[in-house]
């Protein structure tokens, strides 16, 4: 008789060493943690209020409806129908618990065990592993580093393409990186998608949060994507709402049965607590989140300022940015414990993350502590290095 041992699938999950990272800091009020993708800037009070509502609200304590509330659904559809030039129903999304479970369910709908995913690398390794799980193959493009930003390499897009390939994973302004994909980056996936007949999945949790006035360029308002082009987003990041779980999908209509179908048969119904606030950070006045806008960007340039004489990239958006351990002599682990152990500051290595792009960097999120925190953080880093 055979040992009993976990599905293949299961081990090809790479380990999530942000958890391993932050498990092991001490308790100590000194160290800068800036390991873990985090904001420390409070939702909206009007979100906050709505959540508050809800708690006694027989509707919310529910299983229905099971694809979300049809007033967050309309909003969401609204929004992309500004954004991209065409016109969403309602009955083309689908609230999730989370971005995550919407990228999940997007990849379930649409990839067959044995297809191979393309996505950037580096990549946030939850969505490498979501991939995965999915029964396919994550096959990764690097980002090249031009100018001191991070640009996509247009060249190895289009050499990753292969008999298996059946859809693009991508996210812009990119996690970890901060890559903001331009118009003719956005156009050379597109090109490439429209070529080869491949899905795209667009994780837009981050997509407003550009800095130095760029603009949102919305991948499903090229020539001919919208049918082709999957949207996951959510309330996480732009609005702040980590904890509240709530997210979307928004598909062509001739995917819509199939991620209904997904949806239902994995988390089943979305968080009904959540879905009012949701709707509510949607709503935001446009002043009101440029101040937090502003105060993100702020934060990146005073890091910026500190990591003067070190190679840290400039991300064009987020909430992160990457530093090189290879100038230094040492890779991304070495790294993150020298900062750790020596400087009291707390950073995850990229390990896993790139297969180019993964072990020679260590991600530093610059949105969970104020700028008062932040200016130590040169000094520390001269402390960890001399």
């Known amino acids: 008789m055979g040992e009993l041992v976990p599905a293949q699938r299961v081990r090809a999950i790479e380990e999530l060493t942000i958890h391993r990272v932050a498990s092991a800091i001490p308790d100590d009020v000194e160290i800068l943690r800036l390991e873990n993708l985090d904001t420390d800037l409070r939702p909206w009070t009007w979100?906050?209020?709505?959540?508050?509502?809800?708690?006694?609200?027989?509707?919310?304590?529910?299983y229905l409806p099971f694809t979300?509330?049809?007033?967050?659904?309309?909003?969401?559809a609204a929004r992309l129908s500004r954004q991209t030039g065409h016109a969403y129903g309602a009955d083309q999304v689908l609230v999730t618990a989370g971005g995550l479970e919407g990228v999940f369910d997007a990849l379930l709908a649409t990839v067959d065990p044995g297809d191979e995913v393309i996505v950037t690398d580096p990549t946030y390794i939850g969505l490498l592993n979501r991939i995965r799980l999915a029964g396919a193959l994550p096959v990764q493009v690097p980002l090249l580093v031009r100018d001191g930003e991070w640009r996509l390499d247009r060249?190895?897009?289009?050499?990753?393409?292969?008999?298996?390939?059946?859809?693009?994973?991508?996210?812009?302004?990119?996690m970890p990186?901060?890559?903001?994909?331009?118009?003719?980056?956005?156009?050379?996936?597109?090109?490439?998608?429209?070529?080869h007949n491949l899905w795209l999945i667009d994780d837009a949790a981050m997509e407003r949060i550009l800095f130095d006035g760029r603009s949102l360029v919305h991948p499903a308002s090229l020539p001919g994507m919208a049918e082709r082009t999957i949207v996951v987003g959510s309330v996480s990041k732009e609005q702040r709402m980590i904890g509240w779980r709530v997210g979307w999908i928004a598909s062509p209509?001739?995917?819509?049965?199939?991620?209904e179908a997904v949806r239902m048969a994995n988390v089943v119904t979305p968080v009904g607590i959540s879905q009012s606030a949701a709707l509510a950070a949607l709503?935001?006045?446009?002043?009101?989140?440029?101040?937090?806008?502003?105060?993100?960007?702020?934060?990146?340039?005073?890091v910026l300022a500190q990591l003067e004489g070190y190679t840290a990239i400039r991300p064009a958006g987020g909430w992160s940015l990457l530093i090189d351990a290879a100038p230094l002599g040492m890779d991304a682990a070495t790294m993150a414990r020298q900062l750790l152990e020596?400087?009291?500051?707390?950073?995850?290595?990229?390990?896993?993350?790139?297969?180019?792009?993964?072990?020679?960097?260590?991600?530093?999120?610059?949105?969970?502590?104020?700028?008062?925190?932040?200016v130590l953080l040169g000094e520390r880093v001269r402390r960890a290095f001399g």
């Open 283 to 302: 709503d935001a006045p446009p002043d009101e989140y440029a101040e937090a806008l502003g105060e993100w960007e702020r934060r990146r340039n005073v």
């Open 155 to 174: 060249a190895a897009l289009r050499g990753a393409v292969g008999l298996k390939t059946r859809a693009c994973l991508m996210m812009s302004p990119s």
């Open 253 to 259: 209509p001739s995917l819509v049965r199939a991620i």
């Open 177 to 195: 990186t901060g890559a903001v994909f331009d118009e003719g980056e956005w156009e050379a996936i597109a090109a490439l998608c429209r070529e």
């Open 342 to 374: 020596r400087g009291k500051v707390a950073v995850s290595p990229m390990t896993g993350w790139g297969v180019v792009n993964g072990d020679r960097y260590v991600r530093l999120v610059f949105s969970n502590e104020p700028v008062e925190r932040l």
């Open 47 to 62: 979100a906050l209020a709505a959540t508050r509502t809800a708690l006694l609200s027989d509707a919310a304590n529910s």
């Open 68 to 76: 979300g509330s049809a007033e967050l659904r309309r909003a969401v």
